[in-house]
């Protein structure tokens, strides 16, 4: 007996309700098992017949595009699951567009139901034979299976017309099912590409942490960073002053730090000192400490920055900010490796490594008067250029994933940036450098609505207007004319209270953060800035 031709016995008319139930019940417990489509698909093509004598079911799907998307020759489907099929007859399993009973439902999305195989001109015969085929009336049923709207594949199988069961139960159960197949397919591909651009990150950032700058705690690889930090590990080993130059907001201290870590100094202290962040008044307690009495309040002896870095490094920041009357006093402690406390008369000596940081040129701050000579040449001894964020574009994408990671674990969040939203971070200037870049991803993932961002929906969170690249340098003060009234020789007092935190922040945010373009877009010096930032509990 040809065991082709014979179709499993079907139920008793009575029990087609309860097989239904048995069916669905076993196709939602493997849904359930996990999003991979293909044991489900099987097994349901398999129930399909064994429970309700819906015979050689398959599942047609559409074949995918050509390798780089060019249009070669009509669309094609072909069959991926079925089940009473030969490997033979699903490999027949081929249809063009509008070909066949199978092509015309993906053409037209709309179902198909051939009462009688024989007496149709445009079924093909191509899968299955006919001879391969019970002797007996056989109906062919032809489902789509959509994806939202578009037709992606076809849900079909044989009936024998002699079946007591009526068609319109068997049509209303396969619509379900077909449903259910689009609904698999639809989350099985999202988990995948979900899958996919994980892959992609974590290769991302296990590169990153392979790379040579991740052990000072640097995120790239660019030419221009590796050279910067190849300078600075040729001198690390050696006490020369090391002065930090480029644009705000590139990393120097992160540079300092790994200056520090790299040296012999690195298990002593390093101490970081933002001289743009004190008041003029306080500048020589800060640096070089006082004894007690020295000043009203000052209660007790305290040591200065400098004396607290002894045997390690202490980092100037904004050095170029440094008043002319403290600018000698820090000369005569790096020529001497001495200082005297404020209110004090002993020499203490300390032996520190000192890095200095500015986004000023001070050569041109020298020729305008605002910066000692003799300070320069000894802090100029080293000088290590910084690159900006334009200089390393290939370095976005990898410092947006860190960002993103490091702003997902500290605000228990999951977002992600799909790969035309890193695109689109990369072709961006960044007037404001890494912090420009920081403080956006961070804005990102606290106001993301979607936990994956493409390039259209970034765009809310970039900036509308580039600020400059580079504060604009102050001319130097034009000689007086005869008769002219004489400028003023002091900036007018302003109030410490003159500006609310909202406005401070509100002039930070439009210039990204810069707080040098920010003070002078409030009319105050980048110091005072700084001081009322602080005085407001901001920083």
């Known amino acids: 007996m040809d065991l082709q031709q014979t179709d499993p016995a079907p139920p008793a008319p009575a029990d087609w309700h309860a097989q239904e139930l048995l069916l669905m019940r076993e196709i939602v417990r493997l ?9 489900v698909l099987r097994e349901m093509l398999h129930l399909m017949s064994e429970l309700l004598g819906l015979n050689r079911g398959r599942v047609v799907l559409v074949d995918p595009a050509p390798a780089g998307g060019a249009a070669q020759g009509p669309r094609t489907a072909s069959i991926q699951y ?4 030969t490997r033979e007859e699903m490999a027949r399993g081929h249809y063009a567009w509008g070909e066949g009973i199978t092509g015309r439902v993906l053409a037209t999305g709309q179902p198909a139901i051939v009462q009688d195989v024989d007496a149709e001109p445009l079924f093909l015969f191509r899968s299955v034979r006919r001879a391969d085929l019970p002797q007996e009336t056989v109906a062919f049923i032809a489902l789509p299976i959509e994806l939202g709207s578009v037709t992606v594949g ?8 002699s079946r007591q069961r009526r068609l319109n139960d068997d049509l209303a159960l396969l619509h379900v099912l077909a449903t259910l197949v689009g609904q698999m397919l639809q989350l099985e591909r999202l988990v995948a590409e979900q899958k996919q651009q994980l892959e992609a990150r974590n290769r991302v950032l296990t590169n990153a942490l392979n790379a040579k700058t991740a052990r000072y705690g640097l995120v790239g690889n660019s030419p221009a960073l590796l050279r910067a930090l190849t300078e600075l590990e ?12 480029g644009e705000s907001g590139t990393g120097k201290e992160l540079f300092a730090r790994a200056l520090h870590l790299a040296s012999g100094r690195r298990d002593a202290p390093f101490i970081k000192v933002n001289c743009a962040a004190i008041p003029e008044a306080l500048f020589e307690s800060e640096l070089f400490g006082h004894e007690k009495g020295a000043f009203t309040g000052a209660g007790a002896a305290r040591a200065g920055w400098f004396e607290q870095a002894h045997g390690g490094t202490i980092f100037l920041d904004e050095a170029g900010e440094l008043p002319l009357a403290m600018q000698a006093k820090l000369l005569r402690v790096l020529q001497e ?13 300390v032996d520190v490594r000192l890095v200095a940081a500015t986004h000023r040129d001070l050569a041109r701050e020298v020729e305008a008067g605002r910066f000692r ?3 320069f040449y000894r802090l100029n001894v080293i000088p290590i250029r910084l690159p900006s964020l334009r200089e390393r574009r290939e370095d976005v994408r990898t410092l947006a994933l860190h960002f993103v990671s490091r702003a997902n674990q500290a605000h228990e969040r999951n977002v992600n940036l799909l ?13 404001g450098n890494i912090r420009e870049l920081g403080n956006v991803i961070e804005r990102v993932v606290l106001l993301a609505e979607h936990p994956l961002i493409d390039a259209a929906a970034l765009g809310r969170f970039l ?11 102050l001319p130097a003060a034009a000689p007086a004319t005869p008769g002219a009234a004489p400028a003023e020789l002091t900036r007018p007092y302003v109030s410490a209270r003159s500006h609310t935190p909202e406005a401070l922040l509100e002039a930070l945010d439009a210039h990204q953060g810069n707080q040098t373009r920010a003070a002078q877009a409030l009319g105050l010096t980048l110091r005072q800035f700084s001081y009322r930032l602080r005085k407001a509990g901001l920083r």
């Not at 001495?338 to 002993?346: D, F, Y």
């Not at 207007?465 to 504060?471: I, K, L, R």
């Open 31 to 39: 849904v359930g098992r996990g999003p991979d489509a293909a044991p």
């Open 82 to 85: 079925a089940y009473g099929l």
């Open 154 to 161: 076809v849900l079909a199988c044989h009936r024998l017309r």
């Open 234 to 245: 040729q001198v690390a080993g050696t006490q020369a002053t090391v002065l930090l130059l």
């Open 337 to 349: 490796g001495t200082l005297v406390r404020l209110g004090g008369t002993r020499e203490v000596r």
């Open 373 to 375: 000579q003799d300070l």
């Open 419 to 431: 790969p035309d939203a890193l695109d689109r971070l990369e072709a961006l200037d960044w007037p």
């Open 463 to 473: 900036p509308d207007v580039t600020p400059p690249a580079v504060a604009p340098v």
